[in-house]
């Protein structure tokens, strides 16, 4: 039990520190991270200032590792913000007037789960044609919005049949009033429970697709197109491919250990 | 000419009826008791008038008025007290906020003043004013319900409706919100719709009661004169189930029309 | 005078999980006579299911009668093997449970459970079982006894349930009857019936009605056994325990029933 306590908190501590490096980033490794140089190709870690080494193309692994954290935070805090915004706002409608638009919420959210949500933004940004931190962060949060709106209406429907907001109703309060003091306050712990384990899942997503080429422009440092890279030179030069494996672990793993300290402290 | 008056009104949820065609009328400062069992319309009828449900038919009218034509701000002249003591108070607010609340919504008045109604409404409950900065899980279940009174109260409403609103506390606190219901009508002359399947209370507290079965008002009158003599088969059984059952199963004709489970619709067939 | 259905005589029961046994049923001394109806009445925690549960062999396994005896139909308990008292159970000794939609099998029709019980029993053949039971929930006074036969638990109310209870506890013509708060979950006119039905179906056998509330067990009961804290502190005619009522227990229910 403690050993799992000290665990999540060193997870815990590990990504604070990780947003703490992307926010001070370019502070910290002066390189460009797209700067190539043939004669640094596939350089070992620690040789002529390069910490971690280079790939094979000479740039920079830190530094492109850095610009990738950077990247995949932006977007998994974008998507996650979207996602929220969007599904808690549909939920509430949802749960307030249950016939006709809550049926339709519940099979819009039994389609969305039957379907690879995955699948369905690769199509879409392929389709887009686009590439960008914009395309991405609006792609993966119009598809994922109904994660959130399915706990806010399951949640919300069941709160609006409280008595407390059923006398708060007829006091004829405002609805503004109504929701920040007893609907909202009530959905806080599950739903900050549930922003932190989708900002994880953005992060997988975000390298599941930077991994296929999707979305990124060409070129530039994401954790999934180092992976991808890496493959063919997984033997000769396996930091490659340790370094930004080893940080998605990291991240993810530190987010859902934040998760679940979250869940423990509400439940 | 009455406060309120419900004519004709009926509640339905999808195919079910649960309310046909109740009318009853409530005079300013009278205490009105709805009795039924579970699934009599009850509830329905005290959510239609509470504004919470939409009737399907009929109207509500206070002061002579159509409710449903009215602006919506002059529903709060009826506020309701709940059965659940559990659910009916945000758990996340203390008492001082749960009264405040409603008096910001009435714009009562600087803080001073709402401080001291407040207090006022704490007496009219009989509760210490130290128990203000409690939240509603630091409070025994009579306690509880107090406060959702005293919050109804706070609204300055002309009609409380109490929906089975002590059916979930012990026997002894039954017994002193009874008392504190009958005190707020003489204090505040308030009118109370008590809505109860319990007949002794109901005894003790209504002026005049009116019995729901099935959805339909089957028996309406004199609260002493409806429990004296009962006219429904259904009035019958429910006085002889609740004030005197070990009477009623010493008669060997009722024992056996009882026993054998004759149901209330084939003796009014009868 | 005949001898008694059931006799406990200083029935002790004791918790037996810890490493000290502790005694939570002190000394019960009750008798039930054919065509009697007893009251057991007290708060939750009182000992009155337990003695009840113990008469029918229902204990848990960390409960134990550690002393006194129970005489069913003459037999002493410590003589009765585990097999002979199940099949007592829903054969000389009916049991009558609270909930009725929790005790009954939900997946299985009223009638199957009926009859399966009457085939254990009684030793009938599937047709002949099957008659019996149909003609056990016309007793009840089932309306419409061939639909009830072939329904589940949750197609019923709750009054029709308790009278499938009652006819799946009588179908074995028991002895003894032993039921345990039968109308707490019911509506005042519902629970009014079932008390009817109960003291109809006295007749003939010996039975118990546990409750908390004196004002039900005074409408059916011959005899009231008022039980605190694990022992019974009084006992008596109805009428003597609801008119004359001579322990301050006893009298604190009373008030606490009559608070209109």
């Known amino acids: 039990m403690t050993a799992q306590r000290r665990l999540l908190r060193f997870a815990f501590i590990l990504l604070l520190v990780l947003v703490a490096v992307a926010l001070l980033g370019p502070f910290l490794v002066a390189r460009d991270p797209m700067r190539i140089d043939l004669a640094a190709r596939f350089l070992a870690p620690l040789q002529a200032g390069h910490l971690l080494g280079c790939d094979q193309l000479g740039r920079d692994v830190a530094a492109r590792l850095l610009a990738g954290l950077r990247w995949s935070l932006g977007i998994a805090a974008g998507a996650t913000l979207i996602a929220f915004l969007l599904g808690t706002a549909i939920g509430l409608l949802a749960a307030r007037s249950r016939a006709l638009f809550g049926t339709a919420l519940r099979q819009v959210t039994i389609f969305t789960q039957s379907f690879p949500v995955f699948v369905l933004a690769v199509s879409i940004v392929a389709v887009i044609g686009k590439s960008g931190f914009a395309t991405l962060v609006l792609t993966l949060g119009l598809v994922t919005w109904p994660v959130f709106a399915r706990v806010v209406q399951a949640e919300a429907s069941s709160l609006f049949t409280r008595e407390y907001v059923l006398a708060a109703e007829m006091m004829q309060m405002g609805g503004a009033r109504l929701l920040l003091r007893h609907v909202l306050p009530a959905l806080v712990p599950s739903l900050s429970v549930l922003l932190v384990f989708h900002f994880a899942d953005m992060i997988i997503a975000e390298s599941a697709l930077s991994f296929l080429g999707i979305g990124a422009p060409l070129g530039a440092a994401t954790w999934g197109g180092m992976l991808n890279e890496s493959r063919a030179h997984m033997l000769t030069a396996p930091w490659m491919l340790l370094a930004p494996a080893a940080c998605l672990v990291l991240l993810v793993v530190g987010a859902h250990a934040l998760g679940q300290r979250l869940r423990e402290a509400t439940a | 000419m009455s406060l309120l008056s419900v004519e004709q009104l009926s509640v339905a949820y999808g195919r079910t009826t649960a309310l046909r065609a109740a009318s009853l009328q409530l005079a300013a400062g009278e205490i009105l008791a709805v009795v039924g069992e579970s699934g009599s319309g009850k509830s329905s009828l005290a959510r239609a008038v509470a504004g919470l449900v939409k009737p399907h038919s009929g109207r509500i009218t206070l002061d002579g008025s159509d409710l449903a034509l009215r602006p919506r701000v002059e529903r709060r002249a009826i506020q309701m007290v709940f059965q659940d003591p559990d659910a009916s108070l945000n758990p996340r607010h203390t008492v001082r906020f749960i009264l405040d609340e409603p008096l910001q919504i009435l714009a009562y008045g600087p803080a001073a003043a709402r401080a001291e109604r407040i207090e006022t409404l704490l007496r009219l409950v009989q509760l210490e004013p130290a128990l203000l900065d409690r939240r509603p899980i630091a409070l025994s279940g009579g306690q509880k319900q107090r406060v959702a009174i005293a919050r109804a109260l706070a609204m300055q409403p002309r009609v409380l409706l109490a929906d089975e609103a002590l059916s979930a506390l012990d026997m002894s606190t039954q017994s002193t919100l009874l008392d504190l219901f009958a005190s707020l009508r003489r204090e505040t002359g308030i009118a109370i719709l008590f809505i109860s399947h319990d007949l002794a209370a109901v005894r003790r507290l209504a002026d005049r009661v009116c019995v729901l079965y099935r959805g339909r008002v089957v028996e309406q009158g004199d609260c002493a004169q409806v429990l004296a003599a009962p006219q429904h088969p259904y009035t019958k059984l429910l006085v002889a189930a609740t004030i005197d059952p070990a009477r009623a199963l010493q008669d060997p004709a009722f024992l056996a029309r009882l026993a054998d489970g004759v149901s209330v619709e084939e003796e009014t067939m009868q | ?260």
């Open chain 3, 1 to 260: 005078m005949t001898a008694p259905i059931l006799e406990l005589q200083s029935l002790c029961i004791d918790v037996v999980a810890g490493p000290t046994a502790q005694r939570i049923v002190h000394d019960v001394v009750l008798t039930v006579a054919r065509g009697e109806i007893l009251g057991l009445v007290g708060e939750s925690g009182s000992g009155k299911t337990l003695s009840a549960f113990a008469v029918a062999g229902l204990l848990s396994e960390r409960l134990a009668v550690s002393a006194g005896e129970i005489l069913f139909e003459g037999r002493a308990r410590s003589f009765v093997s585990e097999e002979e008292m199940r099949a007592l159970r829903g054969g000389r000794i009916g049991f009558v449970f609270q909930d009725p939609l929790s005790s009954f099998n939900p997946v299985r029709t009223i009638g199957s459970m009926l009859v399966e019980s009457v085939v254990r029993h009684q030793r009938l053949g599937k047709r002949a079982a099957r008659a019996v039971a149909i003609a056990g929930l016309a007793e009840m006074r089932l309306p419409g006894s061939d639909a009830c036969f072939g329904a589940y638990p949750h197609q019923l109310s709750g009054g029709q349930r308790q009278r499938a209870m009652l006819a799946l506890a009588l179908v074995n013509r028991p002895s003894l009857l032993i039921a345990d708060e039968p109308t707490t979950a019911l509506d005042p006119t519902i629970q009014l019936q079932i008390l009817a039905l109960l003291r109809r179906q006295s007749e003939g056998r010996g039975s118990i009605l546990i409750t908390h509330d004196l004002g039900v067990a005074g409408a059916v009961c011959d005899r009231i056994a008022v039980m605190q804290k694990g022992r019974v502190v009084e006992i008596g005619p109805c009428s003597a325990i609801l008119g004359d009522p001579q322990h301050a227990y006893t009298q604190r229910l009373l008030q606490a029933r009559s608070h209109a």
